[in-house]
């Protein structure tokens, strides 16, 4: 969050000072609302407030001043505060579209000179991937940089050849582990083997101490089991199919329930089911 703040927002924020906050509250229309994050500087009375939109939202300036409204309301529902709090609303949209929506409430109002005054100035700040080139953001070098670069592949390949360039250039342990992270859980279906096992390559061949081979045997184990649960999942689906066919059958021909309990080791509970399923 402090890269973030520092590299698209321009402040600098104290990581220790930065805590998540409950993101949950409840608006005047008794819907519950909650933010995609919310961040309070423990120091200071102000809230960092970010929404993420893939799509174009007309509504975002008076959707941003009703998420402030009610966030004061809910912070001194529950805190006792001399003064509302200072919130930085950020909204990063990563859709294909031009964002042609104002990012100041006030330009969604009537303009009139001489009641200027009373126009309400509530602003969010605007981060655009479509603003930010490939190069551009292969320059940044940082967590955020990285998933925007990720938000900008259009299909498998470029996906994997983007995890390739992150993995050559992760130097942190941190940023290492959240990229083997996203290759092992967050991209395991997406990605095919071949591509998971060159990015882990990539990600640890300057690790003295890692045994690479160990790790790939590990992933690939993983890969295995998940096939083979696959696998174990639609064979147990086909045998129910046919228990639930033969129930059915017995049923129409007004066998007992204890008969069809001793033929086929069906649960009462199976049974039932089929015979609901009848009527």
């Not at 959707?63 to 529902?77: A, D, G, Q």
Request: glycine share 2%.
């Amino acid at each position: 969050m402090t890269d973030f703040l520092k590299t698209f927002i321009g402040l600098e924020v104290n990581s220790e000072n930065l805590k998540i906050y409950n993101s949950s509250f409840i608006t005047n229309d008794y819907k519950r609302r909650e933010s995609d994050i919310l961040y309070k500087d423990i120091n200071k009375n102000i809230f960092y407030l970010v929404e993420h939109q893939s799509t174009v939202s007309i509504d975002m300036p008076r959707r941003i001043l009703e998420y402030s409204t009610e966030l004061m309301r809910e912070i001194r529902k529950t805190r006792i505060e001399t003064t509302n709090p200072l919130i930085v609303p950020i909204v990063i949209y990563t859709g294909n579209k031009h964002w042609n929506v104002p990012t100041n409430f006030s330009h969604t109002q009537p303009f009139n000179l001489q009641y200027k005054q009373f126009n309400i100035k509530q602003l969010y700040k605007l981060i655009d991937i479509n603003e930010y080139s490939t190069n551009k953001l292969k320059n940044i070098h940082n967590k955020i940089s990285y998933m925007f670069l990720i938000e900008k592949c259009k299909n498998h390949l470029e996906l994997a050849q983007t995890l390739e360039y992150i993995a050559i250039h992760a130097n942190t342990s941190n940023t290492k582990e959240w990229v083997n992270n996203l290759v092992t859980y967050v991209f395991a279906k997406t990605l095919d083997d071949t591509s998971k096992s060159k990015i882990l390559k990539l990600l640890y061949e300057k690790e003295k101490n890692e045994n690479m081979e160990d790790l790939i045997e590990r992933i690939n184990n993983n890969i295995k089991l998940e096939k083979k649960k696959n696998i174990k999942i639609g064979e147990t689906r086909g045998k129910l199919e046919t228990l639930f066919s033969t129930i059915k059958n017995m049923l129409n021909l007004n066998y007992k329930d204890d008969e069809i309990k001793k033929c086929t080791n069906a649960t009462q509970e199976q049974i039932d089911q089929v015979r609901k399923k009848l009527k």
